[in-house]
Every structure is written in C-alpha cells, then in structure tokens.
C-alpha cells in the first residue's frame, strides 16, 4: 500500500449544501459511559452519542463527531445525508430491525448549534495532508535516488 492510496483511503462526508434538513422531535438520547473522577463517582456526561424519535420509529440518529448535549423532549433541525422518508419505508416490513442515521449538523430555532461543513472541511484537509505527504516522500525517494546515482557514478566512472 503506498502512500498515494491513503489519500484514497480517506471518507470523505457529504457536502454540506448535499445534507437534508430534517425537522425532529428528540425523545430519548444516550449518553457514553462517563469515566471514573479520582473520588470514585462517575463524572458527568459530556455529549450524545444516539438519539432516537417517537416520530421516526426504528430509526436511530447517530452524533458521532458532534459535540452537543441536550435534555429530551426537544425539537431540533437534523442534517443528515438520508432521506428519512424512504429509511422508514424500508423499515415498514421489518418492524424489529432499526436503522442508523448519521448527523453531521444541529442547528434549533436559535441557529445552527453544529455547523455541518465542518465534517467536510476537516477530511478534505485531511485528505490534502495525506497527498501532500505522499508528493514530498516520492520527492525525497527520487533525490536519494538521484544522490545515489551520483555517487555510483563518481566511484565506479572517475
């Protein structure tokens, strides 16, 4: 594997102007397990992991990569790469299965809480670091080539 694939390898999300806004109602979120403070208790939770909606059963909202902590009931605006209408027309014969809907941004009445782009500008950054590494080592392995040659050429060819 060379280092030009690993600019390949890198997942880039959706574009934020490509997301669909999705008006929720959040009815029960979960929360990571909290580590252990130096007194024995359990400190408190910091964000959401999963969220899910009376309104959209089966359906479970992933908050991976956002940081956001909220107490249900509440309403919120969900960017999400699905369209929720066609996830839970495919969950209608499977009533025991549940679906997993990625957020990428949170925003309420307020505004945008989340912003969504930043997903996006983060892996497209990294995915640019991970090309510009590959050009700088094919540049390093053809100087010490280059190097090498030269000094062949010189001890061999006087």
Request: proline fraction near 8%; charge should be positive.
């Amino acid at each position: 594997m060379t280092c030009f694939s690993y600019g390949g390898d890198v997942p880039i999300p959706t574009a934020p102007e490509d997301l669909t806004v999705v008006r929720i109602s959040i009815d029960d979120v979960s929360y990571p397990a909290a580590p252990f403070t130096g007194t024995g208790r359990r400190g408190a939770p910091a964000v959401i992991t999963h969220a899910t909606s009376k309104d959209w059963p089966g359906i479970i909202f992933d908050f991976s990569g956002t940081s956001f902590s909220v107490e249900p009931p509440v309403t919120l605006n969900l960017y999400t790469d699905q369209d929720l209408t066609k996830a839970a027309a495919a969950l209608k014969g499977r009533p025991n299965d549940s679906l997993r809907v990625r957020v990428f941004g949170i925003a309420t009445d307020a505004g945008i809480v989340v912003d969504p782009g930043i997903p996006h500008r983060m892996m497209v950054r990294l995915k640019g670091q991970w090309l510009l590494a590959a050009w700088v080592s094919l540049g390093l392995a053809l100087l010490a080539g280059a190097f090498l040659a030269w000094r062949i050429r010189s001890i061999f060819f006087r």
